[in-house]
């Protein structure tokens, strides 16, 4: 993956609330397996680590079906992003996934 493709699917992550900033890590929640590894892509392309990856609990989506929600936490320190200000400007503190939000 090319890092403007990249850093736009970051973006979109942000805008969507399954990719937030806490302390010096970015905190993404999902509950596709998949997209986790999207993500590890994403953060590859764009010179960051991939630090952890915890199943957190499970959560109903709809009224019959249970899923596993993922979170990862990584690392990105690179100058050449914007990310951060990107995130200032349109993130959030809490994932979608979060009951308090």
């Known amino acids: 993956m090319l890092?403007?493709?990249a850093q736009k699917?970051?973006?979109s992550w942000i805008r969507s609330r399954h990719l937030i900033r806490s302390g010096n890590?970015?905190?993404?929640?999902?509950?596709e397996y998949s997209t986790v590894e999207k993500f590890q892509d994403c953060?590859?392309?764009l010179g960051g680590t991939l630090i952890s990856v915890k199943p957190m609990k499970k959560i109903w989506i709809?009224?019959?079906?249970r899923v596993v929600l993922y979170q990862a936490k990584a690392s990105l320190h690179t100058p050449h992003?914007?990310?951060?200000?990107?995130?200032?400007?349109y993130g959030s503190f809490h994932t979608r996934f979060d009951e308090r939000a």
């Open 3 to 5: 890092p403007p493709q």
């Open 9 to 11: 699917k970051m973006k």
């Open 25 to 31: 890590f970015f905190i993404f929640e999902t509950v």
């Open 43 to 45: 953060l590859k392309a």
């Open 62 to 65: 709809g009224d019959h079906r």
């Open 81 to 89: 992003h914007d990310l951060q200000q990107y995130w200032i400007k």
